[in-house]
């Protein structure tokens, strides 16, 4: 049984900051990736950010404002955010996907208002 939880949602005013945190517990070995989802109201879910060995990868719209890291040790995965926008509202997924298969965390909703 994997568990995903995520922590490190809530308010942040335009060009604020938040730091998501996602640790994985369970049985899990060879990760093919980790990540971050979002969804907003009426849309469908979008890839924000993955990890896999040896590379990253980012949704257009957060490149050079989100950063996404992972600690092995701890099968932990962070999405640091930063110059956040009123459009990056959304509830944020963590991810990960094993060769075993894919397995998603309940979500954290990030609202960015002034």
């Known amino acids: 049984q994997v568990q995903l939880v995520e922590s490190g949602g809530g308010l942040a005013q335009p060009g604020g900051s938040l730091r998501l945190s996602c640790a994985a517990s369970?049985?899990?070995?060879?990760?093919?990736?980790m990540g971050w989802y979002r969804q907003a109201p009426g849309t469908q879910r979008e890839l924000v950010a993955t990890?896999?060995?040896?590379?990253?990868n980012y949704e257009d719209s957060v490149k050079g404002r989100f950063t996404i890291s992972r600690d092995k040790n701890k099968n932990t995965v962070y999405l640091q955010m930063n110059s956040l926008k009123p459009e990056d509202t959304a509830v944020y997924y963590c991810?990960?996907?094993?060769?075993?298969?894919?397995?998603w965390g309940q979500g954290t909703q990030v609202t960015v208002s002034s």
């Open positions: 990890i896999s060995p040896g590379s990253t």
């Open positions: 369970g049985i899990i070995f060879s990760i093919r990736a």
């Open positions: 991810n990960l996907r094993l060769v075993a298969g894919e397995y």
